[in-house]
């Protein structure tokens, strides 16, 4: 008669502890604590126990920074395929971010030029 009650349902987590947490979120324990030290994920202390809820876990992960695109990644693909199966090829980039990356990589450029002391005739070539 063991069988032969209720299965039992798989519940979601509400909440891991560190190592759990690093399991779902992909990511190393160092990480994850790391994350908490800095105050970047929130946790909650439990005795000894350490528990990060599911919900902050999640809001951590998407506060990460998207992944900027190097510039080469800007340029058009070439035409070795149809638009449709570059579009499927490749996840879209929204443009807020496309633009932030090249303003950053102007910025840095400008940046590095400066603390090498170039030559005001260099920096005028800077668009």
Avoid: C
Avoid at 58 to 84: C, D, K
């Amino acid at each position: 008669m063991a069988g032969r009650g209720k299965p039992k349902r798989e519940l979601p987590a509400l909440a891991y502890d560190i190592a759990e947490a690093a399991e779902v979120a992909r990511r190393g324990e160092t990480k994850i604590k790391h994350a908490i030290a800095t105050g970047a994920l929130p946790a909650r202390k439990d005795g000894k126990s350490t528990i990060i809820l599911h919900d902050d876990l999640v809001a951590w992960l998407r506060s990460l920074p998207y992944r900027v695109p190097t510039l080469p990644a800007l340029v058009p693909p070439l035409e070795s395929g149809t638009a449709e199966s570059n579009a499927k090829r490749k996840t879209p980039v929204p443009q807020a971010v496309v633009a932030k990356a090249v303003e950053d990589v102007g910025l840095r450029t400008a940046a590095k030029r400066q603390s090498r002391g170039a030559s005001a005739g260099d920096q005028a070539v800077t668009t």
